[in-house]
């Protein structure tokens, strides 16, 4: 049986540097955006990097899935719930203190296996393989590697691990087996790093789809999207579900509009991204950047603007079906989440 | 003879929005009353431009062009380049690293210019004294 934790938390690398006695002190390196969003969260071309990965999880048909997000970003919970479709992560204190108690607690239930990831990078490679490379090798840990060097994604023993040890152990025991990872590699170390995974996905430079009809091609519609009939879609380019482009607009050159946005009269968007939710105005030029709501960052010059005008840009109303989302687990342990192979349960509130 | 007018270097306030605008606009309507007027705007302390204060430069510049003369900006930061190219005005100004540089640009030619040797339509129609003389 396999199991699976995805982490929203700081960089294992930080954790390696680290000694115990100070485990306190782990840095945040800023893979976010502005407000302080994980890149691995933001919505891109339909869904987050976050929900892909669980959703390929669930559908691999892996046995139990646990999602945490670490305390650190508890500024912007209610984004990274939102980010997570398929069920919101569970918020603990430190997510990579209780990863051994959830892998004994897999071991306990009969899962011999579990592939622990930081989400953060986008990666395409074959999961099955690389448990069964894992297998192969007879090692209790095994890490991925691509050209650049280690990507936080582990697969473990179980058996291997055990509660009350040092935060990490398991996962940097130095005879780890190293997993080549040949596909698609994004890190999302920064922004420019986003715009760099849409153009490659809109371009079909990786497997990475957006979400929605490709209704001509090179332009993709997610589900309730509107484009007045005077504007003007140019491919590659994607408008996410529930946005609406205004007459005489232009969206080109491997732009995204992300859901529930609006891209006001006349507007043109060029090589850029416009967040969820997001309001652009009337008549202006948005190129080489990246909108979130009242921010805005030019990558060409790599300046952030807070721009407090309404008229300019600001936040779309949130729809209420997703305002009102919120994460059923209260903030302690891992809570469990298991797919329909299952044949273990947990009580509520059962400590993991 | 060649003369320079006076360039007017004016400094904006750090914050460019509807409130600071209309006081900034005070200071600079009289300077854009003469004929020909030459302003720099050194943007050096601007930390934030709004809409409000782009339709303020725009109407600045209108109205210099209008006594057919100039407005030019100066030490855009980064953050004011953006939303120059945002409301797709960063072409209507021209735009220059410093003051004096903006400054240099109004004046065609310097004062101690050199004075072409004899009337201006010689050039045209010859020495023309010299042959109402032969003549």
Request: with cysteine.
């Given at each position: 049986m396999l199991g699976a934790i995805a982490i929203v938390g700081p960089e294992a690398s930080e954790l390696e540097r680290v000694s115990p006695d100070t485990r306190s002190t782990r840095a945040v390196r800023s893979e976010r955006f502005g407000s302080g969003v994980p890149l691995a969260c933001l919505e891109v071309l339909g869904r987050s990097t976050l929900d892909r990965v669980v959703g390929e999880w669930r559908q691999i048909g892996v046995d139990a899935i646990t999602l945490l997000a670490d305390s650190c970003f508890a500024s912007v919970r209610e984004e990274i719930d939102q980010s997570a479709r398929e069920f919101p992560p569970t918020w603990v204190e430190d997510a990579w203190g209780s990863v051994p108690q959830i892998l004994k607690h897999y071991s306990e239930c009969g899962i011999d296996a579990a592939v622990v990831v930081r989400v953060a990078a986008h990666i395409e490679t074959d999961s099955v393989e690389a448990v069964r490379f894992h297998r192969e090798q007879g090692r209790p840990v095994t890490r991925a590697f691509d050209g650049e060097g280690s990507l936080d994604v582990w697969i473990v023993d179980t058996a291997s691990t055990g509660a009350g040890?040092?935060?990490g152990a398991p996962l940097f025991l130095e005879d780890s087996a190293r997993y080549s990872v040949d596909g698609y590699v994004n890190?999302?170390?920064?922004p420019s790093d986003l715009r760099r995974l849409v153009a490659d996905s809109l371009n079909s430079r990786c497997q990475l789809r957006p979400q929605g009809?490709?209704?001509?091609?090179g332009v993709w519609m997610g589900e309730g999207a509107e484009v007045d009939r005077r504007a003007r879609i140019v491919g590659p380019a994607f408008i996410g579900r529930q946005s609406k482009i205004e007459e005489q607009c232009l969206i080109t050159r491997s732009s995204n509009v992300e859901s529930n946005c609006q891209v006001d009269y006349g507007t043109v968007v060029e090589d850029s991204t416009i967040l969820p939710n997001t309001y652009v105005g009337i008549g202006l030029d948005v190129s080489h950047s990246i909108v979130n709501r009242t921010r805005l960052l030019n990558l060409e010059r790599n300046v952030t603007v807070d721009i407090g005008d309404p008229g300019i840009i600001r936040q779309n109303r949130i729809p209420q079906e997703v305002a009102t989302r919120?994460?059923?687990?209260?903030?302690?342990w891992g809570r469990v989440g298991f797919t329909q192979n299952a044949k273990i349960s947990l009580e509520e509130g059962q400590d993991v | 003879m060649l003369i320079s007018r006076p360039v007017v270097i004016l400094q904006m306030p750090v914050q460019l929005n509807l409130e600071s605008a209309r006081t900034f606009w005070q200071e600079l309507e009289p300077l854009l009353e003469c004929h020909r007027p030459r302003v720099v705007l050194?943007?050096?302390?601007?930390t934030y431009i709004d809409g409000a204060g782009v339709e303020m430069l725009l109407h600045s510049l209108e109205e210099a062009m209008k006594r057919d003369g100039d407005l030019k900006l100066a030490a855009v930061s980064p953050e004011s380049e953006v939303m120059l190219e945002l409301m797709r005005v960063d072409r209507v100004f021209e735009v220059f690293k410093t003051s004096e540089e903006a400054a240099r640009?109004?004046?065609?030619?310097?004062?101690?210019a050199v004075v072409p040797e004899g009337p201006w339509y010689a050039p045209v129609f010859g020495d023309v004294e010299g042959l109402k003389q032969a003549g």
């Open positions: 040890e040092d935060v890190r999302l170390a920064d009809a490709e209704i001509r091609p919120q994460s059923p687990f209260p903030m302690g | 050194d943007c050096s302390q601007v640009s109004f004046g065609a030619a310097p004062v101690e």
